[in-house]
């Protein structure tokens, strides 16, 4: 029964510090500077290992029972730790206050069952004999589980499943006490029937581990998602609670199908309205048709050429019955031309001419999305204008990232167009900007289209002016060798996500 | 049951675990079997020079009528092809460029494949110091400077500047931004490294009595006041010494640009070229901030292209010049065919010879090696790497410029940073490694010898140590080594007499390299190749 206890001190520590490599390893790997990550990781590890072994000299009797109990509760956090981590990524407000609270309570465990083992092997062997050999396999258990780690969990195994893996080990070492200690014990059955239940538990996820981590992203959506899909350039998720469809790209929000309308009316009719000439259009991003649906509320215009770099996304937009009615079947309209390309590419390479370009990028979130904000993409767009031909640009919301939607205005000015910035309410959005550039001087519409929800005359008016608070602080150009868009970009809206 | 494990029991138990360990990993390594990440070895034609040293060539008979030149250019690498662009300019259009290997460029060449172009040398050149007026001119002509606004600052091609994010580096566990040593440092460490850069900025602006600025591009446009001129006989990590410099972070930094620039270390390069690099770039522009650079996919190759478009006709490749004889009233060039496997002989008034001086021996009858003054050449290691996916490293993004404080390497340039497309690919990657830890014959040696293999191993080991797990994202490796990179800016070479000797011409042969210059790079090797048309045309004038 002492050699088997011994072995049971050698797994606990194992476990253990398996528990705590898997913590610091997922905390690099979401929040990186891995540094910081493994020292606050052991330092809290270590520190409620102190706290468990405090703890210890207050649990007085049942120290068997006790020490199964433990045993069993750090199979089960232990065991699910990395799931739960990367399940709770994108739940919690504070990951970090998650990820600490995980990782004390399996130190403070930890820290519990030497302390207990040692008591339970107390009248089996004398005190030296019993340090001696209770940490021997101590330490030889995490020299183990750091080999271990790096060489054979992670690479074969994953984080996710090698922690289910080693909750099960926790559990087994709680069964095999059971079963030496049966004669000493109350309640076996109650015992085994809660070990069976972890164990199960675990397996599952163990199974299981590759649904979980797509179950985790569908948590991060509020209705059911209807399609899911990974082209080369993003990830494509569209949701559907009934009355209301939603189209997500790397996890953004792009439209909504209840207040879409205002987003693209606002997009595309101050401008197209107010144009003199107007035969060829060009549409640049907007894969969805929904601009390009505006667009052909205008008999004037002869041909559309929408530019987009994905084309799955274009076809699904074409051909699929849901998403098509949306878009009024637009893309399948034959005015409507669709060229998969990378729109900064086309356009150096461009020769044909436009009236009108509408421009509707993703938000410049990184860097080769930056790109397509700067004064040379600008420049190179006025190419391929005519003389009198105009742009309008999505350029964020300038309420959330003031400096942002700004920047974009004094860019698209640097780049010899005239412009007229304007804002739009747009329910699921927010606030959201626009600006016209011209080659020539601007006068609004005096007409719109039939059949508008949001746009005329009265709303443009208003859309044209910025309260106080929507005004900007700094005034900078957008270049490719300074992208000052996405450094402001991701102070604004980064500063709104952690309040948020 | 026992009632205690005795010694002998438990250490089998622990040599147990440790052996079961052992072979899960001996057969997850097995299992897995790591496909020989499949690797290329490319490069200067090293045989074929060898050849040419040990005089093989020369027996060859010659089977053709000769060719008839006004000058002849031996060397199609920077200087090569910008003593063309010169000739060419002033209206002087006889000339051929002879050029070694199958294409022109030398050290600044570059390849492309399936992803991207890349360099295989050179790869970028600081925005142009307002002295550096050729390079002004080459780059109004290519349209690289755009024009000048109001207040008459050159206003580059933005397609051309370094996008940014230009530059991390790997420091302490995690990537910072910039390359100036920032994370870990000691108070004493960033007073130090301001205290330098304080100097900088006043030796920048500095000139000597005979009012030329202190540090100049070209450099033979730098001020000759012995107040700077002396600064050439100490090495650079002596000036620092002098200066009380001691913290390791700035000395790293320095470091790194020297082999960056030089292939050599701080205690080998003069602490004149060591200041040189930082105080010699003053080049601004209306659309950038001071020490922006321009680049492209394919470095200086881009350069090459456009400069070999306008020797267009003039240029013939694969022919390594084997003899030049010098006659009355001109020169006897023999070059071989590489392609065909023939000699052929040019008879030309002139002879701008644009290739390392150490070759000129070998080549030119009666040029004695020690009228070569061989100035000493850096060995490199160039790697282009094609790579899946680049991890991301906590949340600094990938730059163009990625470098590690710890490597023996000076890191990877991404060739496609420059791409205009939002698609998120495969990069191509150029990885550097000037062996600067020993003196250059024996890393010559050592580049040479080591297998394609062993260097693949090393590289894939190096860039690990900044991207763990990267090793399955990597789709191939292609090498060039270069034996002899770039000459070295070693004490008391670039203001000495060897390198004022290596400018005298030699009856009709006029010379031309970077190495004439001491440090190699772009706007030297234009300069030195402008500088040999401009003597030959003077001398077409007066004859
Ligand atoms: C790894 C590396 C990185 C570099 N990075 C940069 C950089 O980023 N920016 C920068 O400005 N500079 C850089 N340089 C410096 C580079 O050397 C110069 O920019 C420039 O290319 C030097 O040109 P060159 O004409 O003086 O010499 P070379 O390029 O050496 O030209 C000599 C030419 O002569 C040819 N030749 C040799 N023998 C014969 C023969 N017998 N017959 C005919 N032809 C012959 C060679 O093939 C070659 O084309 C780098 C150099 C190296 C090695």
Redo the contacts between chains.
């Keep these: 029964?002492?050699?088997?206890l011994?072995i049971t001190a050698f797994v606990i520590s194992t476990c253990g510090l398996v528990y705590e490599l898997i913590a610091g390893t997922v905390a690099s790997y979401l929040?990186?500077?891995?540094?910081?990550q493994f020292s606050t990781v052991i330092g809290v590890y270590l520190f409620s290992m102190g706290i468990g072994s405090f703890l210890s000299k207050y649990i007085k009797k049942n120290l068997v029972l006790t020490f199964i109990r433990v045993e069993l509760l750090v199979g089960a956090v232990g065991g699910s730790s990395a799931a739960l981590l990367f399940l709770l990524f994108n739940q919690v407000e504070s990951f970090r206050v998650l990820l600490y609270c995980i990782v004390a309570v399996i130190g403070i465990l930890i820290g519990l069952e030497i302390p207990l083992l040692m008591r339970i092997l107390k009248e089996?062997?004398d005190f030296t004999?019993l340090v001696s050999?209770v940490f021997?396999f101590d330490y030889?258990g995490a020299l183990?589980a750091s080999?271990?780690f790096p060489?054979?969990l992670v690479?074969?195994l994953g984080l996710v499943r090698s922690s289910f893996l080693f909750g099960l080990l926790n559990t087994m070492v709680a069964v095999w006490t059971i079963r030496l200690f049966k004669s000493e014990l109350p309640w076996l059955s109650l015992l085994y029937s809660f070990a069976i239940a972890v164990a199960g538990v675990l397996v599952c996820g163990f199974v299981f581990s590759e649904q979980l981590t797509s179950w985790a992203e569908s948590t991060a959506y509020p209705d059911p998602i209807i399609l899911s899909t990974s082209t080369?350039?993003q990830r494509i998720l569209i949701t559907n609670s009934g009355k209301d469809i939603r189209l997500f790209l790397n996890g953004n929000l792009q439209f909504s199908s209840r207040d879409e309308y205002r987003y693209h009316e606002a997009l595309v009719h101050p401008v197209t309205a107010a144009m003199h000439s107007l035969h060829n259009v060009l549409v640049l991003g907007g894969g969805d048709g929904m601009a390009v649906r505006e667009l052909l509320k205008y008999p004037s215009i002869k041909s559309i050429v929408l530019v987009d770099?994905d084309r799955k996304m274009t076809n699904m937009f074409k051909e699929q019955a849901l998403l098509s009615r949306l878009n009024n079947r637009s893309l399948s309209a034959s005015r409507v031309s669709i060229i998969t390309d990378?729109?900064?590419?086309w356009l150096?390479r461009c020769t044909q001419r436009f009236d009108l370009a509408i421009v509707d990028f993703p938000d410049p979130s990184?860097?080769?999305?930056?790109?397509?904000y700067?004064?040379?993409?600008y420049k190179t767009l006025k190419t391929v204008l005519n003389r009198d031909g105009a742009v309008v640009v999505q350029s964020t919301s300038p309420y959330y990232a003031k400096n942002s939607y700004w920047c974009v205005v004094d860019t698209l000015k640097s780049a010899g167009f005239q412009t007229l910035p304007y804002h739009a309410y747009v329910p699921s959005f927010g606030d959201w900007g626009y600006v016209i550039g011209t080659l020539s001087t601007f006068t609004p519409a005096s007409q719109y289209p039939p059949g508008l929800r949001y746009v005329n005359s009265a709303t443009f008016a208003q859309m044209l002016t910025f309260a106080p608070d929507m005004l900007p602080t700094t005034h900078v150009v957008n270049?490719?060798?300074?992208?000052a868009l996405?450094h402001l970009f991701e102070s604004e809206w980064g500063e709104y996500a952690e309040a948020h | 049951?026992?009632?205690?494990?005795d010694r002998s029991t438990?250490l089998k138990g622990?040599i147990g675990?440790?052996a079961a360990?052992v072979s899960?990993?001996i057969s997850?390594r097995w299992l897995r079997q790591p496909e020989p990440i499949p690797g290329q070895l490319r490069g200067p034609s090293v045989a074929l020079g060898h050849r040419l040293r040990d005089g093989e060539l020369a027996d060859i008979p010659v089977e053709s009528e000769p060719l008839r030149s006004t000058v002849v250019i031996v060397g199609g690498g920077i200087a090569g092809l910008s003593a063309a662009w010169w000739l060419d300019k002033q209206g002087c259009s006889d000339y051929v460029l002879l050029e070694l290997e199958d294409e022109v460029g030398g050290n600044s060449c570059s390849g492309a494949n399936s992803i991207s172009k890349y360099p295989w040398g050179a790869h970028y050149v600081p925005l142009a110091n307002s002295e550096s007026r050729y390079v002004h001119m080459l780059f109004e002509e290519l349209r690289i400077i755009q024009g000048h606004n109001s207040s008459g600052l050159p206003v580059y091609n933005?397609?051309y500047?370094?996008?940014?994010?230009q530059e991390r580096l790997f420091k302490?566990?995690?990537f910072q931004e910039g390359m100036v040593p920032r994370r870990g440092l000691q108070g004493e460490d960033k007073k130090q490294i301001a205290r330098f850069f304080e100097i900088i900025k006043s030796f920048r602006q500095a000139t000597g009595a005979d009012g030329k600025p202190a540090f100049a591009i070209p450099l033979d446009l730098s001020s000759g006041d012995e107040q700077w001129i002396q600064l050439d006989n100490l090495s650079f990590s002596q000036w620092l010494q002098d200066n009380k410099f001691d913290a390791k972070p700035l000395f790293w930094y320095l470091n790194y640009c020297c082999r960056d620039d030089y292939g050599s270390t701080i205690e080998r390069v003069s602490a004149w070229a060591g200041l040189h690099y930082f105080a010699g770039r003053r080049g601004v522009a209306a659309?950038?901030?001071l020490n922006?650079v321009v680049t492209w996919p394919e470095g200086n190759g881009f350069l090459v292209e456009k400069l070999k478009e306008q020797a267009n006709g003039r240029v013939i490749a694969s022919a390594a010049v084997t003899k030049i004889e010098t006659v009355d009233g001109g020169a006897v060039i023999t070059y071989f065919d590489s392609k065909t496997n023939r000699q052929h002989v040019v008879n030309s008034k002139y002879v701008i010879f644009a290739t390392p001086r150490f070759l000129a021996p070998h080549i030119i009858a009666g040029y004695s090696a020690e009228a070569a003054h061989h100035p000493c050449y850096a060995p490199w290691m160039v790697a282009n790497i094609i790579i899946k996916h680049i991890p991301a490293?906590?949340?600094v993004?990938l730059c163009w410029d990625n470098v590690s404080y710890t490597s023996k390497s000076l890191g990877y340039v991404v060739a496609n940073h420059q791409d205009?497309?939002?698609?998120?690919?495969e990069k191509v990657v150029t990885y550097y490694y000037p062996l600067s830890d020993e003196d250059p014959v024996a890393a010559r040696r050592r580049l040479l010898s080591m297998s394609g293999h062993k260097w693949s191993e090393f590289i894939v080991e190096d860039l690990t140590s900044m991207h763990p797990g990267i090793d399955s994202e990597i789709l191939s490796i292609e090498f060039c080594p270069w034996g002899h990179g770039m000459v070295s800016p070693t004490v008391g070479f670039i203001w000495g007499q060897g390198r004022s000797s290596m400018k005298k011409n030699y009856g009709n042969i006029f010379f031309a390299n970077s190495d004439m210059s001491g440090m190699s790079n772009f706007e030297e090797a234009q300069y030195q190749g402008i500088t040999a048309a401009s003597n030959v045309l003077e001398q077409l004038t007066t004859t």
């Design positions: 029964m002492t050699y088997a011994l929040l990186g500077d891995s540094v910081t089996r062997l004999e050999k021997t030889v183990i080999l271990l060489l054979v690479p074969h080369p350039y770099l990378d729109a900064f590419v150096r990184n860097f080769s999305l930056g790109k397509l700067s004064q040379t993409f270049r490719l060798n300074n992208q996405v | 049951m026992p009632k205690r494990i438990f622990a675990c440790a360990v899960a990993e997850y933005e397609l500047l370094c996008h940014e994010p302490d566990g995690a659309n950038a901030e922006s490293s906590g949340t993004s205009i497309t939002t698609r998120e690919g």
